[in-house]
């Protein structure tokens, strides 16, 4: 039986880049590096995401991510 | 008393504003929250470090629930990298407030009036509460407030110098001719510089290094906490003028000689 095998493709992850499988979704890139969702704001390619979209939007070659977070500040 | 402060429709009793930067561990913060009576803190917006990214964050260590969230913009040095970083910071889910700081020179941290009215502009348009932080232009100040900004915030002297008011008489003018909270931020090192604000009718203070950085950060923000009280109190009380002569406390007649 064939097994389909998922590309590994470059993307950008905060100026960073990673490789991750293609199709992978934000949601699941996050929570493969233990990210809390709750605790981020992700922008995908200069396009701020809403929460409920992170499980729908898949990664592609070359799409640029940040991931942020509060921290202090004055 | 009822002397509340309202800022875009939110009553704060607090005049007193912190920043969460600089501290030296949590608890410091902690401890130096609740001994303040803040109800706003400021935050910056960062990319998450991935090289521990299941690491506790900002978030996890405070009861963010019991405070205004006060984003800023502070690392942007253009406007356009201020409004990105804003609509981030509202994409955090916690806050439509924004600090907004456009700063392009490292030395002194000052802020660039024209990228600061610019971002400004587009951020009242898309919906945020917008406090700009500023250098002591009344003009600037009241082009802030005709472009929709919920307050003004004219700095004492530079981020974390610790000065105190070194413009008193621009913010004078600033408070004098304003038409929404005046907040001074940046530069305070003591409470009496923070009393001062207030008495000249600043509605609040912002401050972060003079209270991070102090030796007992919860001793200092109680110091903040009740210097500001006092200058607040002073001027709602109406102070004496200043006189070049004396004037006798003691009647003048009636004197055994």
């Given at each position: 039986m064939e097994r389909w095998v998922r590309m590994a493709v470059q993307i950008?992850?905060?100026?960073?880049?990673?490789?991750?499988?293609?199709?992978?979704?934000?949601?699941?890139?996050?929570?493969?590096?233990?990210?809390?969702?709750?605790r981020v704001a992700v922008e995908l390619n200069r396009r701020i995401l809403r929460r409920?979209?992170?499980?729908?939007?898949?990664?592609?070659?070359?799409?640029?991510?940040?991931?942020?977070?509060?921290?202090?500040?004055? | 008393?009822?002397?509340?402060?309202?800022?875009?429709?939110?009553?704060?009793?607090?005049?007193?504003?912190?920043?969460?930067?600089?501290?030296?561990?949590?608890d410091e913060m902690r401890a130096a929250f609740e001994a303040s009576g803040a109800e706003v803190i400021t935050v910056a917006l960062r990319r998450l470090d991935l090289?521990?990214?299941?690491?506790?964050?900002?978030?996890?260590?405070?009861?963010?629930s019991r405070y205004t969230i006060l984003p800023n913009t502070a690392g942007c040095r253009t406007a356009d990298e201020a409004v990105r970083t804003a609509h981030l910071a509202r994409a955090m889910g916690l806050s439509n407030w924004v600090k907004l700081e456009v700063i392009p020179d490292d030395k002194y941290l000052l802020p660039d009036p024209v990228g600061t009215l610019e971002a400004a502009k587009r951020l009242v348009d898309e919906g945020f509460v917008v406090l700009p932080y500023i250098n002591d232009d009344p003009v600037l100040a009241k082009r802030l407030e005709e472009a929709g900004c919920a307050t003004v915030m004219p700095l004492a002297s530079p981020i974390g110098s610790g000065q105190g008011m070194v413009n008193f008489e621009q913010i004078k003018i600033i408070i004098e001719q304003a038409r929404v909270p005046v907040v001074v931020d940046a530069g305070i090192g003591a409470p009496s510089d923070a009393a001062l604000a207030m008495e000249l009718g600043a509605s609040a203070c912002l401050i972060n290094t003079a209270v991070a950085q102090a030796k007992n950060p919860a001793l200092m923000a109680e110091a903040m906490k009740l210097g500001i009280e006092a200058g607040r109190k002073a001027f709602l009380a109406g102070r004496i003028p200043k006189k070049p002569y004396a004037s006798a406390s003691s009647p003048l007649e009636g004197v055994v000689r």
């Amino acid at each position: 039986m064939e097994r389909w095998v998922r590309m590994a493709v470059q993307i950008t992850l905060n100026g960073r880049t990673e490789a991750v499988e293609d199709g992978t979704t934000v949601l699941r890139l996050l929570e493969s590096k233990g990210i809390n969702p709750a605790r981020v704001a992700v922008e995908l390619n200069r396009r701020i995401l809403r929460r409920e979209e992170y499980d729908d939007t898949p990664l592609s070659p070359g799409d640029a991510l940040e991931v942020v977070t509060f921290v202090g500040g004055g | 008393m009822d002397d509340k402060l309202v800022i875009a429709g939110k009553e704060l009793r607090s005049r007193l504003f912190l920043g969460t930067g600089k501290y030296r561990n949590y608890d410091e913060m902690r401890a130096a929250f609740e001994a303040s009576g803040a109800e706003v803190i400021t935050v910056a917006l960062r990319r998450l470090d991935l090289s521990d990214p299941s690491k506790k964050t900002l978030l996890d260590e405070i009861d963010w629930s019991r405070y205004t969230i006060l984003p800023n913009t502070a690392g942007c040095r253009t406007a356009d990298e201020a409004v990105r970083t804003a609509h981030l910071a509202r994409a955090m889910g916690l806050s439509n407030w924004v600090k907004l700081e456009v700063i392009p020179d490292d030395k002194y941290l000052l802020p660039d009036p024209v990228g600061t009215l610019e971002a400004a502009k587009r951020l009242v348009d898309e919906g945020f509460v917008v406090l700009p932080y500023i250098n002591d232009d009344p003009v600037l100040a009241k082009r802030l407030e005709e472009a929709g900004c919920a307050t003004v915030m004219p700095l004492a002297s530079p981020i974390g110098s610790g000065q105190g008011m070194v413009n008193f008489e621009q913010i004078k003018i600033i408070i004098e001719q304003a038409r929404v909270p005046v907040v001074v931020d940046a530069g305070i090192g003591a409470p009496s510089d923070a009393a001062l604000a207030m008495e000249l009718g600043a509605s609040a203070c912002l401050i972060n290094t003079a209270v991070a950085q102090a030796k007992n950060p919860a001793l200092m923000a109680e110091a903040m906490k009740l210097g500001i009280e006092a200058g607040r109190k002073a001027f709602l009380a109406g102070r004496i003028p200043k006189k070049p002569y004396a004037s006798a406390s003691s009647p003048l007649e009636g004197v055994v000689r």
